[in-house]
């Protein structure tokens, strides 16, 4: 059936090669955007997922670049402290040099003394100066602040504390709670009888500072061995006093320090002294026994009076006051309210994706401890200046400075290499993966589009072709009229 008003044929061709264009349109696009997906109506499932992995490729992107800044702030930390430990080396050397006082001038010494103040003075400007993009390091902005905590030698239950990390809720505090569940004790030897030694004796006594004979002369009192015993308490690290008296007398030898490292040994080399330990059987040696104690229920690492703790959430080292370590029915408690440096190092922001760290004071005035004394004290006209003679103490603060220092350098590195590197390797990882999965569904394939390309070509140059014919049929009516 042949119709000139309706020519059904070249509907068809127009209808073909109209999709036949889109296709080759489609084509086109993909490969010049690359793009397997550039609308909604090219894929909707897949838009949606390739949108949500785009955000996830971008969250691991800022968290790689958060994790590589606080390498780089870490690394300005450490490269003072760095400085400081060698200060603090030099310090030592002086320290060690101007103990030898029959061997040095007034001038000698003034001049060593000259030199310590202007360490210090530099450890000072050290730790006020060193900075990163004006947020400064190591002048305690970024230690933890603490409530309900008072640190020193007269505080009731911490004596020292350093917070190493802390997770805080926003806008909210972390409680701590220290339970001592063993008393922390002093190594102690008992010498009991009579208020005076038969006859002449001669006793060694040691302790974790050193050893130290003693002669006494028959029926010396308990309390005269007891002052000989604590004049010599710097040489020895042993203390005694005399409880009782007659057949109830005691005469007990103690560490001064607590905990399994500390001893006290009391040996007779001539004559006859007998003590005893806690059980009563006869001995020589004893030995402390450390704190023991719990912090919010989990067990803590303990040494003498320090207490160490090392949790995802919590980590800090603090040295009890002996008051507080040697009972058991009281516990304490403090908060962590705020401070300490932030960084977040994961795609998703939330307290799990922290990695905390407190970098605390160190001015002369904040290294050392409280126990044996502060750096600053062994500048001029302070407490263990060269011309003191407290050279003993002196060598003990620089020290126990030395190790904190050393100690906050060997936690921003293990911070670096164990939290940020890491943390760099897996989110790289996780990078390469997500971004793989991604363009999988997003990015065109360009192997097959060219192929599709040339389909939709021919497709369309034969589509306009038939078009052609189709629209050329109708003119075959007019053979018909003539």
Known sequence: MTRINTNVPSLVAARILGKNNNSLNQALERLSTGLRINTGKDDPAGLI??????????????????????????????????????????????????????????????????????????????????????????????????????????????????ITSARIPNGGTRTVVVDITASAQTAQ????????PAGSITI???????????????ATSAADIRDAVNQSTALTGVS??????????????????????????????????GVTGDGGAAVTRDTGVDVGATVNGMQAITDGLDVTVRSASLSFDATLAAAFATQTA??????????????????????????????????????????????????SGQTNQMTSGNFETAQRIVRESNKQVSGLRGRLGAFQKNTLNSAVNALQIAFENTTAAESAIRDADFASETSQLTRAQILVN??????????????NVLALIG
């Open 330 to 379: 009281a516990d304490f408690t403090f908060g962590i309210t705020g401070g300490g440096a932030d960084f977040n190092i994961a795609p998703t922001i939330g307290l799990n994706s922290l990695a905390s760290i407190g970098i605390d004071n160190i001015a002369t005035g904040s290294l050392g401890n409280g126990s044996i004394g502060y750096l600053s004290s062994i500048g």
């Open 49 to 162: 997922a390739s949108e949500t992995l785009r955000s996830e490729i971008t969250a691991i992107g800022a968290a790689i670049d958060n994790a590589r800044r606080a390498d780089n702030i870490i690394s300005v930390a450490e490269g003072a402290l760095q400085e400081v430990s060698a200060l603090l080396v030099e310090l030592e050397n002086l320290v060690d040099r101007s103990s030898n006082e029959a061997g040095l001038s007034t001038e000698e010494v003034a001049a060593n003394q000259l030199q310590i103040d202007s360490i210090l003075d530099t450890i000072n400007r050290i730790s006020t100066s060193s900075e990163f993009q004006g947020k400064k390091l190591l002048n305690g902005t970024l230690a933890y602040t603490t409530s309900g905590v008072t640190t020193g030698p007269t505080a009731s239950a911490i004596q020292d504390l350093k």
């Open 462 to 475: 034969s589509g306009t072709a038939v078009l052609q014919l189709a629209n050329a049929a109708p003119q």
């Open 240 to 273: 005694a006093f005399v409880s009782g008296a007659g057949a109830a007398m005691r005469l007990l030898f103690n560490s001064t320090s607590y905990g399994s490292s500390t001893f006290v040994s009391v040996e007779a080399i001539s004559g006859a002294f």
């Open 189 to 196: 030897l008992m010498f009991t009888g009579t208020a005076s």
């Open 204 to 218: 060694q006594v040691g302790g974790e500072h050193g050893t130290e004979q003693l002669t006494f002369a028959s």
